[in-house]
């Protein structure tokens, strides 16, 4: 259980210390004492949950104390504790916002302790009810990633963490797991949305043309240099560009990157002149990035520059009824797309498709289901229409 933080505010060492003691009998508080309402101000940053405080205090009252904590953090509970019973005081001391009200009397210490332990349960309460507020996910935001299961919800709380900053990400999960799905959510619920998203393979460019790809060359740089070319950093200026695969980069080629990097800059080839850049990088990788380290084949600054902010994709056959998801739905839009009556999954063959592994992920899936749906007969696919390629 969480700890309840608590001040107390009295001038009184005595009193102060008995107040302490007597709420440390919860096993759920912590308390710090102070005699000066100057003190307490000054570790106010600290965010108290809670705040007991004396009215008659040294330079301040307890009612000008509460209206500072107050202004600084409206959440955090004062109880003020005087000897006054006036109930014009006691109806002002409420009006500012105290949270309660304790006389100075023979009862004082059990009302502060029982003040304290029904404020904390209202503490516990709006901490869970903001934890809750924070796991709540906006899925029209996300239409293109389908699943229910904990493990693609919890991919999408780390993209609703990071949508709205401008941090390197890097997504790492097996082939066919939706990176690029995921680096287009985090694009397009940024404030960089209308800007460009662009995407590049490393593992599709042949490596002498890599350089000439990302950062682009002037006329005649090269032999084949006919006109002066943008890269795909210049393209996506102001936007988002995706790195794909970029565990297949060579070293030298990853050098020049940590560089651009680095500096948010590039220099077309055959150019001398710096070209500034204001782009969001998001890289992926089926690679285990750390393992390329130790064996020399990705250097370990690039590493460290790119893991800014780290997004693992679960395995397809990790993710339970997502299988039954992903199927259903993939076969409603291929029938649509190419005019087919509906066709339906036997129970039968859900079957299989829970139990395989699916190492191709979820574009296995897809080839599997679409396959399937052309074999199928009487508008029902079963086990022997779904050809595995490991099975």
């Known amino acids: 259980m969480a700890t309840t933080k608590i001040f107390v505010v009295e001038d009184d060492q005595f009193l102060g210390n008995l107040i302490k003691k007597t709420l440390e009998k919860q096993d759920t508080v912590s308390v710090t004492h102070f005699l000066d309402p100057q003190e307490c101000l000054s570790r106010i940053h600290e965010n108290p949950d809670i705040v007991s405080i004396d009215y008659m205090l040294p330079g301040m009252n307890g009612l000008e104390l509460m209206e500072k904590i107050k202004n600084y953090n409206s959440d955090i509970n004062c109880i003020i504790v005087s000897g006054q019973d006036k109930l014009d005081v006691v109806i002002e001391t409420y009006r500012k916002g105290a949270a309660d009200y304790i006389i100075k009397d023979d009862n004082a210490l059990v009302n502060i302790e029982n003040s304290v332990k029904n404020l904390s349960k209202s503490v516990m309460l709006r901490l869970e009810n903001e934890a809750l507020k924070e796991q709540i996910i906006d899925r029209n935001k996300y239409t293109k990633i389908l699943g229910n299961s904990g493990a693609v919800l919890r991919v999408l709380r780390m993209i609703q963490k990071v949508e709205k ?26 404030p960089r949305a209308k800007k460009p998203f662009v995407t590049v393979n490393m593992g599709a460019i042949p490596e002498d043309l890599i350089e000439s790809e990302l950062f682009g060359h002037e006329k005649g740089a090269f032999t084949d240099a006919r006109d002066r070319r943008i890269g795909k950093f210049e393209e996506a200026n102001e936007g988002t560009i995706f790195l794909d695969e970029i565990g297949e980069m060579d070293l030298m080629m990853q050098t020049k990157l940590l560089r651009v990097l680095q500096e948010k800059e590039v220099t077309r080839i055959g150019s001398n002149k710096s070209i500034k850049l204001d782009v969001r990088v998001i890289a992926a990788t089926n690679r285990n990035l750390a393992q390329e380290v130790k064996e020399g084949r990705f250097r370990e600054d690039l590493f460290y520059r790119l893991q800014g902010f780290l997004i693992q994709l679960p395995p397809l056959y990790e993710r339970g009824d997502d299988v039954l998801l992903l199927s259903r739905t993939f076969l409603s839009d291929f029938c649509r797309d190419n005019k087919m009556q509906a066709v339906q999954i036997s129970k039968e063959a859900v079957k299989f498709l829970m139990e395989y592994k699916w190492p191709g992920n979820i574009r296995e899936l897809k080839a599997v289901i679409e396959r399937a749906a052309i074999m199928s007969e009487n508008a029902t696919i079963t086990p022997e229409d779904l050809v595995f390629a490991n099975a």
């Open 165 to 190: 900053s401008n941090i390197m990400v890097l997504v790492t999960g097996q082939s066919g797991t939706g990176k690029e799905l995921v680096a287009k959510a985090i694009h397009y619920n940024s």
